[in-house]
């Protein structure tokens, strides 16, 4: 999932930050920015270096800070440096392996991710083996303490465009698929706590290729050598929405699920995990969504209404 000496430089920077959003009686958007009008930062395809190689301002260059970095993990294709093409009002960055479009459709803006896995990929692959990523990302200086959290509604619609297996007789589904999740991660940024800058995730899926509908997810983050080895939780699907991405409509999610993130810290600590923390430690310093490739799959999607909005006691 993510490169520990990438993970361990962030939580060094959140725990010097000014501090925590504590304010009481008050929405605060976990998510800002969620029309994209202050651009969009482009970071590479190194974890543990995570540096800014492009900025693109697919509706304008403005003078606020961008709020969202679109990170490529373990990519052969690095979008950055790319002009955008406009067709019928949709912005268009690409390459041989990536897609990004965004078009504002009255109130709202649609997020286009799309991931060319058979360009990614020229064998199939092997266990221990790294994945493309094709993540919206935001990081929080100021992150939301859970201490002071009543509720977390949590709002989206996405529809899935294509899912193309290339892999055929090689699938093998311990090792190969093409998923949407969106995670958050949750810290402890307490210094006087023994297990201050431990963190888990907590996963809100949309889409899988291996399943129509996403069992729930627990585990230590494994599966290649640069894995953070942190605890995983992840809720099922039938949790937030009916039915299934498969069948290429839209779904909508609109859910409180601060009960759910609350179950999955009880998890991770069943599970031997965050020993040294209490809830009241932690803190949603991150959240990402968008594609992990762990196999040969043409993918896209379409996201819209992406909203994390925390109602605080």
Not at 13 to 32: H, M, P, Y
Not at 174 to 179: I, K, N, P
Not at 199 to 213: A, K
Not at 244 to 264: E, S
Request: hydrophobic letters at 40%; proline letters at 5%.
């Amino acid at each position: 999932m993510r490169n520990i000496l990438y993970i361990l430089l962030m939580l060094i920077c959140l725990g010097c930050s000014a501090g925590k959003v504590s304010r009481s009686n008050q929405q605060v958007a976990v998510i800002t920015d969620p029309a994209f009008a202050n651009g969009i930062s482009v970071i590479g395809s190194n974890s543990s270096q995570p540096n800014v190689t492009d900025t693109i301002y697919p509706f304008g260059k403005t003078k606020g800070k961008p709020s969202w970095r679109v990170v490529q993990w373990a990519s052969r294709f690095v979008l950055g440096g790319d002009k955008p093409v406009v067709d019928h009002d949709t912005v268009i960055y690409q390459n041989a392996g990536k897609r990004i479009t965004f078009l504002k459709k009255g109130r709202h803006t649609i997020i286009g991710l799309e991931v060319k896995g058979s360009a990614e990929y020229t064998s199939p692959r092997k266990n221990n083996q790294s994945w493309p990523h094709l993540l919206l990302e935001q990081q929080y200086a100021t992150p939301i303490e859970l201490s002071h959290v009543q509720h977390l509604n949590y709002s989206i619609q996405a529809k899935l465009l294509y899912a193309i297996d290339h892999l055929g007789d090689a699938y093998n589904p311990g090792l190969h698929t093409a998923q949407i999740t969106l995670f958050m991660s949750i810290q402890n940024l307490n210094p006087s706590s023994a297990g201050y800058r431990d963190y888990f995730w907590f996963g809100l899926p949309l889409y899988d290729y291996r399943y129509p509908e996403i069992a729930p997810y627990g585990a230590q983050d494994m599966g290649k050598d640069d894995a953070t080895k942190k605890f995983i939780s992840a809720v099922s699907s039938a949790e937030l929405y009916a039915g299934t991405m498969h069948n290429k409509q839209w779904i909508a999610i609109n859910k409180d699920v601060y009960p759910m993130l609350v179950k999955a810290f009880n998890t991770a600590q069943q599970r031997g995990f965050l020993k040294g923390s209490k809830l009241s430690d932690m803190a949603i310093g991150e959240m990402n969504v968008g594609w992990e490739i762990p196999g040969t799959y043409d993918a896209g999607i379409l996201i819209k209404d992406l909203k994390l909005t925390a109602g605080l006691k």
